[in-house]
């Protein structure tokens, strides 16, 4: 097995992948794919190379190309170069969605929480800033 036969296997899934769903094939889960469906060990084949610096040198020849969610940087995924594909904004809720009473709420069950669980507990900032705009 060579770089030729392993981006021509990076190409067929990748477009299988867009064909069947019309979103990226995420490089986090081409080696177990590639594994499992062309019976293709990545680290035999890279080496030390590591799959996104490969498919970044050599992506014109498999025809496609790499996107990476501008939020968050790790989801990074492969789509056929003709294609074009812009990751969701994870803007779950905004703070219009929250009312005074969700405020209220929230701040009951923190004061209902043993201190114990008060220290283990971790909040975005952003979490937070929407709460304190709240009013």
């Known amino acids: 097995m060579n770089d030729t036969d392993i981006l021509e296997k990076i190409e067929q899934a990748t477009v299988a992948s867009w064909e ?6 995420l490089l986090s889960a081409l080696p177990k794919l590639l594994l499992t ?13 590591g799959m996104k610096a490969f498919i970044q040198d050599n ?11 501008p939020t968050h940087h790790a989801r990074v995924g492969v789509i056929p170069v ?10 779950a809720s905004t703070a219009a969605d929250l009312s005074a009473n969700d ?10 929480m043993t201190l114990a669980e008060q220290r283990t507990v971790v ?10 705009g709240e009013k």
Not at 123 to 132: C, D, S
């Open 37 to 49: 469906k062309y019976e293709i060990d990545v680290k035999a084949v890279l080496g030390e190379r």
């Open 59 to 69: 992506h014109e020849q498999a025809n496609i190309k790499i996107i990476q969610d």
């Open 103 to 112: 405020v209220k709420a929230f701040g009951k069950v923190l004061r209902s």
């Open 82 to 91: 003709t294609a074009e594909y812009t990751f969701p904004t994870s803007e």
């Open 123 to 132: 909040f975005p900032a952003t979490f937070v800033a929407r709460l304190l």
């Open 20 to 25: 069947e769903n019309a979103r990226p094939l």
